[in-house]
C-alpha cells in the first residue's frame, strides 16, 4: 500500500461528520469496518509483517452502538525472571478476569428478573 492510498482512504473516511443528537453519532455500516481497514492499513504502512505475516501491532475496533466497549487490559508477555514483574501480570489477569465475572454476574442478575 502506498502513503497516497491511505492518505485518499483517510480522506474519504472523513469527509462526512457523523453528528450525535444527544446520544451517539449514527454511524453507517460501513463506518466500522472502513476504520479498521485504515487502521490496518497504518500498521502495514509503519511495520513489516514477520515472517509468518503477523504485525507486531494488535488492535479491535468496536462499534459502541452495538456493543460494550472492552473491558480488558493488555497483559505483558511473561518474560520477565523478576518476581516483582511477574506479580504485576498476574495481578493483571486477575483484574481482566473480576471485570469479566462481575459482567456474567450482572447478566446473570437480568436473566433472573425476566423469570
Not at 451517539?24 to 469496518?33: G, Q, R
Not at 513489516?48 to 479491535?60: L, M, S, T, V
Amino acid at each position: 500500500m502506498k502513503n497516497k492510498e491511505l492518505h485518499d482512504k483517510l480522506d474519504a473516511f472523513l469527509s462526512e461528520r457523523r453528528k450525535s443528537t444527544g446520544g451517539w453519532a449514527k454511524l453507517t455500516p460501513e463506518d466500522v469496518p472502513d476504520l479498521q481497514e485504515i487502521i490496518h492499513d497504518i500498521v502495514k504502512v509503519k511495520c513489516e509483517p514477520a515472517p509468518d505475516g503477523d504485525y507486531p501491532i494488535n488492535f479491535i475496533v468496536i462499534d459502541r452502538t452495538k456493543f460494550e466497549p472492552m473491558h480488558f487490559t493488555p497483559v505483558e508477555y511473561n518474560h520477565s525472571t523478576e518476581k516483582e514483574k511477574r506479580q504485576k501480570i498476574l495481578d493483571r489477569h486477575l483484574f481482566n478476569l473480576s471485570i469479566a465475572m462481575k459482567r456474567v454476574e450482572t447478566a446473570m442478575r437480568l436473566l433472573k428478573l425476566d423469570d
